[in-house]
């Protein structure tokens, strides 16, 4: 039994047309609605229907958060390893048929990764990796999970999909969570954006996140790619896993990413054009829906907007993103795995947090205190 069987139960189609027949009455109901919110409800909130109730949306996601999660910010930069990939994936930098140079760090060129990052001061690390399980695969994970254990308190892990027991033996060397986006559930579709290699499977992708719930994995990240596909189905659909996620791996904690398509080399432009507004709808609706839920943010926004959000139930956000390998120790000539939009510092980040009446956090408390 995985989720696998509940996602089957519902069509692309049907959840679009369960959205697109909310009305405002309906909106009204669920935001007057008190206790733990519903799929239908999630439908509410990100339909049409919702785009005048959203000043409201917004007061209500701010109040959550703080009750939820106070009044803090937490800092984290992702340090991408290797941009070596097997796969072909429309909308990415680093898949296979982009005439790149390709890198994968070594244990020194890793360690002046770390010695970089650590003058920033984080504690709290993403590693990023294109997904080639030859060249890096659970073996080299172990490694570099041994090599960084020592100096941050938490690591998570963007890598390809894996299994159960591979999982089981990364957490045994200090991993705390893992990021596995679906990047859409339309299973007409998603060939179409994944042609060639292992993550052209959907269903052993789909069926990722029960196996990191069975291996005990402290957090699990979802999410999908707003600009593939209708970013109001797709986000329904990372509601329905979310909600099935925690009912049966209840000591799991959850985050939700919300990353929209940006331009990068020899990739596609965006199908869907997810505006501001809507994007703020969006990221109402996943904090209404589910106030335990973190959110997090990343520097493929740019900084006006990304200030304006801090307050709307944003829980998390990069800060000084390098999206290439060595880009933090040198200025190298890897390609980027996407264009990065908000460019500030880590501090310059972190005292507009400040200025905003907000505390940066530059470590994952909820892994330290155990």
């Known amino acids: 039994m995985s989720f696998l069987n509940e996602f089957e139960q519902h069509s692309w189609q049907q959840m679009g047309d369960r959205i697109n027949q909310k009305t405002a009455a309906d909106v ?6 008190q206790g733990r919110k519903n799929l239908d409800d999630f439908c509410a909130l990100v339909s049409p229907a919702a785009a ?35 796969n072909i994936c429309t909308y990415c930098g680093f898949s296979v048929h982009n005439k790149i140079e390709r890198l994968t760090l070594d244990k020194d060129q890793l360690m002046e990764e770390v010695e970089q990052i650590k003058r920033l001061g984080f504690d709290h690390i993403l590693l990023v990796t ?48 893992v990021m596995i986006y679906q990047e ?18 959907m269903e052993y992708r789909l069926e990722s996140p029960d196996r990191l719930g069975r291996a005990g994995i402290h957090r699990i990240g979802l999410a999908a790619l707003l600009g593939l596909e ?4 797709d986000s329904s659909f990372v509601a329905l896993h979310l909600a099935y996620l925690e009912r049966k791996y209840w000591r799991t904690k959850f985050s939700i990413s919300l990353p929209r398509l940006q ?21 109402c609706a996943y904090r209404i829906y589910n106030e335990n839920v973190e959110i997090s943010l990343s520097t493929r926004e740019s900084p006006t907007l990304r200030d304006h959000l801090l307050k709307l139930g944003i829980t998390s956000m990069s800060a000084g993103s390098k999206t290439d390998p060595g880009g933090y120790a040198a200025e190298g000539d890897a390609l980027e795995q996407f264009e990065v939009n908000d460019e500030r510092s880590p501090e310059q980040v972190a005292a507009m947090i400040r200025a905003q009446g907000f505390d940066p956090v530059w470590k994952d408390w909820d892994v330290a205190l155990g």
């Open 130 to 177: 294109g997904e080639a399980n030859r060249k890096v695969g659970v073996e080299y994970f172990e490694q570099v999970l041994d090599w960084l254990r020592p100096h941050f308190s938490s690591i998570s892990i963007e890598v390809q999909a894996l299994e159960q027991q591979d999982y089981e033996r990364l957490i045994k060397r200090g991993l705390n969570s």
């Open 52 to 86: 005048p109730y959203l000043e409201q949306m917004a007061q209500m996601s701010y109040q959550l958060t703080r009750k939820r999660f106070g009044n803090t910010t937490q800092l984290y930069i992702p340090l991408y390893l290797s941009n070596e990939c097997h």
């Open 184 to 201: 859409t559930y339309n299973k007409e579709t998603y060939k179409s954006y994944h042609p060639k290699g292992k993550k052209s499977n």
């Open 28 to 33: 009204e109901r669920t935001l007057a609605k």
């Open 230 to 233: 209708d970013w109001r189905i």
């Open 263 to 283: 331009p990068a080399e020899g990739c596609q432009s965006p199908n869907v054009i997810v505006s501001d507004k809507e994007f703020v709808q969006l990221i």
